[in-house]
């Protein structure tokens, strides 16, 4: 586990209200033919990793405009809550919606295939409750593994893209995984905050939390399943580049909550351990 580039040390901020230990996210379009198996999975192992009760562990889907019945399905796969939007509006508009109606004190997300399978959820969820603010799942730092790997597509699409990332959140080498875990009442603030409805609202999030000032962690991941065509590579990184171009426009304008005024709990005292460096 490695630092953000702050280098800030866990924290410990006082005791986090919620209902249940841990909310995991799950943003879903189109997803009927997995969705079942990815809600029963998610509760399953994730509370093994916990040695969690059953209770413990709250599987949100955010259906964002469907249209193959995959609310449904995610309901009868025992999905404890599932919000359908009414069109299809992007993923980081159906995480801000799942992250605003999640009760964990820890709220994590993840994409619907287990791209990354359920027990890392647990892994970064851990993380969260030994102090760290922010804790993001990473393909590009030592000990990340990708039993799938890229295609050239991608892989390029991937290095282009994190070139001009790096101008908006310097150091942080991989903000497009799609797993990250924060403390509840930090990812209400962040993504409250947040605008960006579609892929680039990661980068939004990563900013906003370098923004306030917040801990975070980077944790390596290990890819178990990937999709995509070269055609969304193309779209999908057009989309992201205007994105970064609005996020560093809003920054530089000071259009986002100023630090200091988004009602973070404040910091008691740094905790008791520290995370083991890689």
């Known amino acids: 586990m490695t630092t953000g580039p702050a280098g800030s040390p866990p924290v410990r901020r006082g005791p986090v209200h919620g209902a249940r230990r841990l909310s995991v996210v799950v943003p879903a379009y189109d ?3 997995v969705i079942g198996s990815t809600v029963e999975r998610i509760r399953r192992e994730v509370g093994e990793r916990l040695a969690a009760s059953g209770d413990d ?4 889907v955010v259906d964002d405009g469907s ?3 995959t609310a449904s399905i995610a309901r009868a796969a025992g999905a404890d809550l599932v919000i359908e939007l009414a069109a299809n509006s992007g993923k980081g508009a159906a995480i801000r919606r799942g992250v605003a109606a999640a009760s964990g004190r820890t709220i994590a997300f993840t994409d619907a295939d287990l791209a990354y399978s359920p027990d890392q959820v647990a892994t970064l969820a851990l993380a969260v409750e030994d102090g760290w603010d922010v804790v993001l799942g990473s393909r590009h730092i030592p000990g990340a593994v990708a039993e799938v790997p890229a295609t050239w597509s991608r892989r390029i699409g991937g290095l282009a893209i994190n070139r001009c990332v790096q101008l908006v959140v310097p150091g942080h080498l991989d903000t497009q995984c799609g797993l990250k875990a924060f403390r509840a009442d930090v990812a209400r603030v962040l993504f409250a905050d947040g605008r960006i409805d579609g892929f680039g609202f990661d980068v939004e999030i990563v900013a906003l939390a370098e923004r306030h000032g917040l801990s975070i962690a980077t944790v390596p991941v290990r ?12 779209r999908d990184g057009i989309g992201l580049l205007v994105d970064l171009v609005r996020i560093a426009w809003w920054l530089r304008r000071d259009a986002y909550v100023r630090p200091g005024e988004a009602g973070l709990p404040p910091v008691d005292r740094p905790a008791g351990g520290t995370a083991d460096e890689g």
């Open 67 to 69: 249209s193959d019945g």
């Open 57 to 60: 562990v709250e599987v949100v």
């Open 31 to 33: 997803e009927a033919t």
């Open 223 to 234: 890819v178990v399943n990937s999709r995509g065509s070269s055609v969304r590579v193309v």
